[in-house]
């Protein structure tokens, strides 16, 4: 190999500097041609992965302008775990994490730096979640006390969630989940959180009590139609009537369960409609502005599955009926709808709802 110390400058010996140098040339181009091919190949290989991680980013800060205020700033920003099927990624992660897990960088930016763990962080195949660790003396546990969004790739989660057609509609899930971190990085609502689970009647109980008792079922039909109906009209007497038959019938219904079980639900209940409720304001959003959202052609480039949100097109919320419709997990719906309610009638729950003393959603009703 021809060494730069190696070459000899007289003018005795021209012809021999020249040769050495076009071999200089062509090794030093082959040498830059063969670096570029592998950053490229090395930079390709993840790039589905990090722009699609942009594109949750970009629509952060678009729910923060169009939608709830604060979402996009950094101090309520929550690291996003990332899994394909056997590696994974996670973006904007906290000292603690990169202390635990061993980690390389593969991109940065202003916004958003993501590295590549070592080895996938659990076996488990599919995430869609956000944890957080309560009441815990392990204080090398990276999530104490810090939210951590987890998400599986399309490709996973496809498997998993029946309806996921796309890159897009895989997105409103995981900015569903986002939002639940930005809730708990709202102090005054974690420790809220936090002291009503204390109750320890858990998600799974309040399902196991809407699956196993068809009379609960039924009120909960009625209470959420009693609030539809309430969305549904523009007469305020009539809206006024319909809030006070949801009360009603709901402190019955929890009446009824405290007396069979000596439970009380009203707390939890609240909280769960609280934390799903909202959660789903901003899935709403989302899949409404998809309507009418330009092409992100650098996520079209790397991703087949990215559709131009063609799919969202037409999308009504009307003809959404699991988003307003209870299910095993009603409080999703009712949450959901006590939202839209607040919203018909211009109550400004968005900016007070998770602070200290924060009122529950049904309790903004009374207004």
């Known amino acids: 190999m021809t060494q730069w110390n190696h070459l000899e400058y007289g003018s005795h010996n021209k012809f021999r500097q020249i040769q050495n140098l076009k071999n200089i040339f062509f090794y030093l181009l082959g040498t830059i041609f063969a670096c570029t091919s592998s950053c490229k190949t090395t930079e390709n290989k993840y790039q589905k992965i990090i722009q699609r991680i942009e594109f949750v980013f970009n629509l952060k800060k678009t729910i923060s302008q169009n939608c709830w205020k604060h979402f996009n700033e950094k101090k309520y920003d929550v690291p996003l775990i990332y899994y394909t099927k056997k590696e994974s990624f996670i973006a904007n992660p906290t000292p603690l994490f990169l202390k635990q897990i061993h980690s390389k960088l593969i991109f940065s930016s202003p916004k958003i730096v993501i590295y590549k ?139 009824i369960v405290q007396k069979k079980w000596g439970i009380q639900i009203e707390e939890i209940e609240k909280n769960y409609e609280l934390t799903e409720g909202t959660a789903r304001v901003i899935e709403n959003f989302i899949a409404t502005k998809f309507k009418t959202s330009p092409i992100d052609y650098q996520l079209q480039r790397v991703d087949s599955h990215y559709k131009a949100f063609r799919y969202f097109k037409n999308y009504k919320l009307e003809n959404e009926d699991w988003m307003y419709l209870p299910s095993k997990h009603y409080f999703y719906a009712t949450g959901y709808n006590l939202t839209r309610l607040l919203d018909q009638m211009c109550i400004n729950y968005k900016s007070k709802i998770f602070q200290k003393n924060g009122k529950s959603l049904e309790d903004y009703l009374l207004n």
């Open 117 to 255: 763990t070592n080895k996938r962080i659990n076996n488990t195949e599919f995430h869609m979640e956000t944890n957080i660790s309560l009441h815990s003396n392990n204080k090398k546990d990276y999530e104490l006390n810090s939210p951590f969004m987890h998400c599986s790739s399309f490709e996973i989660t496809k498997k998993y969630v029946g309806g996921t057609n796309s890159t897009e509609y895989w997105a409103t899930m995981v900015l569903h989940e986002y939002f639940h971190g930005f809730q708990f990085k709202n102090n005054d609502f974690l420790n809220r959180f936090s002291k009503t689970n204390l109750q320890k009647i858990s998600e799974d109980s309040l399902c196991s009590i809407y699956k196993s008792n068809p009379w609960f079922k039924n009120k909960i039909k009625i209470e959420n139609t009693f609030l539809l109906n309430a969305i549904n009209t523009n007469n305020i007497s009539k809206r006024k009537k319909l809030i006070l038959s949801f009360l009603k019938h709901r402190q019955e219904r929890r009446k």
